[in-house]
């Protein structure tokens, strides 16, 4: 088993060293290619729905549940549950997936260095950074935790010796 692995791990770092565009390197493929030959392709299919995803966040400012929502009704398959339906962190992961770029990237533990290797893009660079500010601005605004709310909530004062004010509700 470890000269197995070992071979493993060295064909990896040789066909990373070629700068192989499309490369597969084993284990799970991404929603939205396919793999023939040891090489990744775009699945039309799949691709249109990630499209979808990024789109709709960015033009129809949808949430993931709503994205949720869309594909459970038009029966897209999730690519890991059994029922078909999809789980909301797997839309996020999908999401927050740079991948789908066409910048692919693979950390090797032992050299505790990361290959950063080419793919057929997806989706534009532009469009990504767009969903990721947005989905960190709707994480920086929710606070599940609150009680009570109040509409001086999303405003952070600070008093000129620095410290935090806040507020409390009796």
Do not use: A
């Not at 060293?17 to 299919?45: A, C, M, T, W």
């Amino acid at each position: 088993n470890e000269k197995r692995s070992l071979k493993s791990k060295q064909g990896k770092r040789y066909l990373l060293s070629q700068n192989i565009k499309n490369l597969h390197l084993g284990g799970s493929v991404l929603f939205g290619y396919g793999v023939e030959d040891k090489r990744l392709f775009i699945d039309k299919e799949q691709s249109k729905w990630i499209q979808f995803m990024f789109n709709s966040v960015v033009d129809e400012d949808m949430t993931i549940i709503d994205i949720k929502n869309t594909l459970d009704r038009n029966n897209v398959k999730s690519p890991r549950t059994k029922s078909g339906l999809w789980n909301l962190v797997t839309i996020q992961k999908i999401l927050r997936n740079e991948s789908y770029t066409g910048k692919k990237t693979f950390y090797d533990k032992e050299l505790e260095k990361e290959f950063v290797y080419e793919i057929d893009q997806i989706i534009d660079v532009s469009t990504f950074r767009q969903v990721q500010r947005i989905m960190d601005k709707r994480i920086t605004l929710k606070d599940n935790n609150k009680k009570h709310f109040s509409i001086f909530d999303d405003i952070k004062f600070v008093c000129e010796c620095k410290n935090s004010i806040g507020s409390q509700v009796n």
